[in-house]
């Protein structure tokens, strides 16, 4: 895209960081903004810009988008399908880590506004000093940020009762790719003068700006959780449930977590969890979490559960009785994904159906997985609360890792078939990045697919806004 040299990449650059900025060219230095979670992808960087205000960020895009420099937005690095990450090796990175402060907390009116490099942790630990949550909570959180939070609209656990990070966000502040700077933050609830832009830049994973800053809803703080672990048949049966606890909990129901036997032993058997969090074994089990707010009446969850007993529909569960326990229920929860690395290697989908015809997709999906890799042990898990499934895949038992993972092609398109014919999408939480635009393209739409890429020709002609990834 290019004619410049990385030294004059570098050379042009340097002075345009700004006070408190960065400019990282040596490979050692850009070790950590290249090295994505799943290590899945190998590609150098020309450089890695950490500018040090919005106005540095400005002064950076306008001379990339002058020069046509290829920019690839970074938060924390957490991303999974390769967004942040380069494709062609002659990218910047620029990183928002020190573009992280707090501009305003407003508890009383429900929202507070924060830059993008700030933790995820962070702002939560602001909004709870604030009387108020952020009810955004992913396993990542300790290292994720807002930026990136917003760019992939990240899910999470609460999704059921909070939605996902654009349905938290009001507003945002942006910078477009000629280093022009949107200003649409604001704290409406109602604004319907003309299209919504935050939520065309919100799930843009930086193709069309990147974003500086957001004002995010916050919500009071919980009284206290009723939490369960739950037995269950099969995701039919934790279907049923669901349906009940809706029914009895309304919008106080903010979590139900589905999972197999399968991932706890493996916690177990790697010394993840320090004792079985179950009340017994079963195939399946449901990890469901109740709000009680001020002055609500208490035990919600637990007379469903012996409604649920009484009928037949569950065999057993527990109930957390400290923090503690609450604790140990959602460390299995959080921990199913981590556990499959130590068993082998992994093939992982992030997908999503509607809500009730989650049984179908995992009896379907594993059924045309496991004819295609004979022995490969299934471990969907996740959000069966709002379709979403990480419909996970170990490696069958003493399998050689490699030449599993070369069978990962077949085993995804057996995945995908079943989620189309079920309505489902590919890609639910994650986004698209570098690893399934490819996929998109064969999936989507295609007026839907000419109407993205007329929305990023308008906004980014010269495309250098982190190119080649979702489109």
């Not at 106005?55 to 950076?60: D, F, G």
């Not at 916050?218 to 669901?242: H, K």
């Not at 993205?452 to 980014?460: G, H, S, T, V, W």
Request: aromatic fraction near 4%.
């Amino acid at each position: 895209m290019t004619t410049l040299t990385s030294k004059d990449i570098v050379r042009a650059l340097k002075p345009l960081v700004g006070d408190g900025g960065a400019l990282l060219a040596d490979p050692l230095e850009m070790k950590s903004y290249l090295t994505e979670p799943r290590k899945r992808f190998h590609v150098p960087a020309v450089a890695v810009a950490l500018p040090g205000s919005v106005a540095a960020l400005q002064a950076i895009c306008r001379w990339a988008n002058q020069h046509r420099v290829p920019l690839v937005p970074q938060s924390g690095n957490t991303g999974l399908v390769g967004g942040q990450v380069p494709l062609s090796g002659t990218e910047v990175i620029v990183n928002l880590s020190r573009i992280n402060r707090v501009r305003e907390v407003n508890a009383a009116a429900g929202h507070m506004t924060v830059e993008a490099g700030l933790i995820l942790e962070e702002a939560h630990k602001v909004a709870e000093a604030a009387g108020t949550i952020f009810p955004l909570w992913l396993a990542s959180q300790g290292s994720a940020r807002i930026g990136g939070v917003l760019s992939s609209n990240a899910g999470g656990v609460q999704v059921l009762a909070y939605g996902n990070a654009r349905e938290l966000t009001l507003g945002v502040e942006a910078v477009l790719a000629d280093g022009r700077l949107y200003h649409g933050l604001n704290a409406l609830k109602k604004d319907n003068t003309g299209y919504d832009l935050k939520d065309l830049l919100v799930g843009a994973e930086g193709t069309l700006g990147f974003i500086t800053a957001a004002t995010v809803k916050l919500f009071p703080i919980p009284e206290a959780q009723e939490t369960a672990l739950i037995n269950v048949a099969d995701p039919a049966v934790a279907l049923q449930l669901f349906y009940l606890l809706r029914e009895r909990a309304g919008s106080r129901l903010t979590a139900f977590e589905l999972m197999n036997r399968f991932g706890i032993d493996l916690q177990l058997n790697y010394g993840l969890l320090p004792r079985d969090p179950t009340a017994s074994p079963s195939p399946w089990y449901v990890l469901a979490e109740v709000n009680r707010m001020k002055g609500g009446a208490s035990g919600a969850l637990q007379a469903a559960l012996e409604e649920a007993l009484a009928s037949g529909l569950v065999a057993d569960a527990v109930v957390a009785e400290s923090e503690a326990d609450r604790t140990l229920m959602w460390a299995a929860r959080e921990q199913m994904s981590e556990v499959q690395s130590k068993e082998g290697a992994s093939i992982k989908h992030d997908v999503s159906v509607p809500i009730g015809a989650v049984p179908q997709l995992i009896a379907e999906g594993s059924a045309a997985v496991e004819r295609a890799i004979p022995g490969v042990r299934p471990c969907p898990f996740g959000h069966m609360g709002d379709g979403n499934i990480h419909f996970n895949f170990s490696q069958p038992a003493g399998a050689d890792p490699k030449a599993f993972m070369a069978r990962e092609a077949g085993a995804n398109a057996a995945v995908y078939e079943v989620v189309r014919k079920l309505g489902g999408s590919v890609s639910a939480e994650h986004g698209i990045g570098q690893l399934k635009s490819a996929l998109l393209r064969q999936v989507k739409d295609p007026v839907a697919l000419e109407m993205m890429q007329a929305i990023k020709a308008a906004l980014d002609p010269n495309g250098i806004l982190n190119p080649g990834k979702v489109l």
